[in-house]
């Protein structure tokens, strides 16, 4: 058995008085990648930005239960936001360069980390990159705009951003759901590439992706966590109706 | 059927076009006019020379160098203050009751007529900050005038810069100010300046604000600091047009002071301009 990198109990979250996610139970494996699907609204993006607070942003927020990253509940009022973004990265549905160079873009985190040492900033953007599997492309481009590089790369380059800071966990919100297939290929080997390093959470509403590239997989329906497994037994053998109704596309 | 609609399309077209030509005829009219009886009276001497034989002779370079001197101040006061409250605005207070509130103030800040900022200009600075009757009494009204332009200015440029920058670079592991300062005001930057010139260039015209706070009818010599009084463009216009011991015999040089006041105020108008289409330029590539 692997480790469990987090462990989430009885977690729940409202937006003001509505809630979207309701007493989720369940541990994820490290160096292991965590799918998460179910239908649109069902709290999926939700759930993924509760794990690096991201959800502070919105105000009226409230969470209750424990969500612990190697046993340090993150939940905590005086957990240190920064370092657990640090810890715990993050790629958006919509890849979000800045308008800075390639170069810069990865170099961001490293920067506001107070890091100034030149010939390891090089080094380490240039780490990332070939982790992400984008330095061969853009090797002669670093300092041209990130908005010069295709939908695919662009993503590629997010994913490259986020390992500059070399996180343990990696959160990545349907990460090719704006790609073409060929785009989206490449994203998945590159994930199935990077669990040797990071533990990974994704989002997926694609079944044959979240099948083809999740260990496990946790289906969600309106907050709730309804079934959590091995990806191979939940595609195959699901244990509830509902689930078999929703991975076989009986309903949207 | 059809004609009728198309009928209706032509007119409806003329009238709108009318309207839009209207307004440039009278801005032709007006600028035309100006030119007309000012430009005679335009010369180096008009532009470096102070007022002389009791402002019936010489030039205006001590109202020229007034107008400027304020104008800087008010953008020296004015542009902090105003991008500073925006950020706060619109990066860190909560939309709660209070800040509607002071959101609606500074939009009804913009209505309040400039005399009565003149009056308390006299009050704050004149007075309680002992800056007597001043350049910097009078550019610190002004700049206070600025104000709710370049509030509403540089909340819209902060407004466009998309949530995703922010998130990205918190993900990152950014604190609040650092994503501001690193991956938001690069990109609202110019939208603010912009927003400032332009707010600056509404001010620069006025005269009620300055005439109690230290603009003065004449002056033999040029200020010698800040805290001295100074002869401004607009001051001296209604001066020569009204006040004057000869108006009629002065009028070509009042003239000849409105278009020096209108090119300075044209040419920060341009100034935005080319600022913000140089910006957008660069924000397609
Ligand atoms: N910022 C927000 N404020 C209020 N409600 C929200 C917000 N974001 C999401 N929700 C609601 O929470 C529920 C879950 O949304 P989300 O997590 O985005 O679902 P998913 O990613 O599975 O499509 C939805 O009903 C959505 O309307
Ligand atoms: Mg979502």
């Known amino acids: 058995m692997h480790d469990v990198k987090i462990k989430v109990s009885n977690f729940s979250l409202s937006y003001g008085d509505v809630p979207a996610i309701k007493n989720v139970t369940m541990s994820i494996k490290a160096n292991r990648i965590t799918g998460i699907i179910g239908p649109s609204g069902c709290g999926k993006s939700t759930f993924l930005r509760a794990l690096n607070r991201m959800n502070d942003l919105i105000l009226g927020v409230r969470t209750s239960g424990t969500i612990l990253i190697d046993s340090e509940d993150i939940l905590q009022k005086n957990v240190d936001v920064v370092h657990l973004r640090r810890r715990v990265g993050m790629v958006f549905q919509k890849s979000n360069p800045f308008p800075k160079t390639i170069f810069e873009n990865v170099a961001y985190g490293l920067r506001i980390g107070g890091i100034k040492d030149k010939a390891y900033i090089e080094q380490k953007v240039e780490k990332s990159l070939q982790a992400a599997a984008l330095w061969d492309e853009v090797k002669d481009r670093l300092h041209k705009s990130a908005f010069e590089l295709s939908g695919g790369q662009q993503q590629r380059l997010c994913i490259a951003r986020a390992l500059a800071v070399e996180p343990e966990i990696l959160l990545m919100d349907e990460p090719a759901s704006a790609l073409d297939p060929l785009a989206t290929l490449k994203i998945e080997e590159l994930i199935h590439e990077l669990k040797k390093k990071y533990t990974i959470v994704i989002v997926t509403h694609n079944m044959q992706q979240a099948a083809r590239i999740s260990d496990f997989t946790a289906f969600f329906m309106l907050g709730e966590l309804i079934e959590y497994d091995v990806a191979n037994i939940m595609f195959t053998k699901p244990r509830k109706k509902i689930t078999e109704d929703y991975i076989t596309g009986r309903f949207g | ?285």
């Open chain 2, 1 to 285: 059927m059809m004609r009728m609609r198309t009928l209706t399309q032509f007119f409806g077209f003329f009238f709108l076009r009318t309207c839009a030509l209207f307004v440039v005829l009278i801005l032709a009219l007006l600028l035309g006019h100006i030119w007309q009886k000012g430009s005679g009276s335009l010369s180096w001497e008009f532009l470096s020379a102070a007022p002389r034989q009791g402002m019936t002779a010489g030039g205006i370079f001590p109202a020229i160098l007034g107008t400027l001197c304020v104008t800087c101040i008010a953008a020296v006061l004015g542009m902090p203050l105003g991008i500073g409250c925006a950020i706060y605005l619109n990066e860190y207070a909560a939309d709660t009751a209070l800040t509607r509130v002071i959101r609606i103030s500074i939009r009804n800040l913009s209505g309040v007529p400039s005399i009565v900022y003149g009056l308390f200009g006299v009050v704050l600075f004149v007075q309680l900050f002992k800056f007597g009757t001043s350049i910097l009494s009078a550019g610190c009204t002004l700049g206070l005038m600025t104000l709710p332009w370049t509030i509403t200015a540089s909340e819209e440029a902060l407004k466009n810069v998309p949530m995703a920058y922010r998130e990205g670079a918190l993900a990152l592991g950014a604190t609040k100010w650092q994503a501001i300062r690193t991956n938001v005001l690069p990109y609202a930057l110019g939208g603010m300046i912009t927003g400032t010139i332009l707010s600056l260039s509404r001010v620069a015209g006025e005269t009620a604000p300055i005439l109690f706070t230290g603009a003065a009818f004449f002056l033999p010599e040029l200020p010698k600091s800040v805290f001295d009084q100074f002869m401004a463009l607009p001051y001296h216009l209604y001066i020569m047009s009204t006040q004057h011991h000869a108006v009629a015999k002065v009028r070509p040089l009042a003239y000849g002071t409105a278009l020096v006041l209108i090119g300075l105020i044209l040419a920060l108008n341009l100034a935005a301009i080319i600022l913000r289409a140089r910006l957008r330029t660069m924000k397609k590539e």
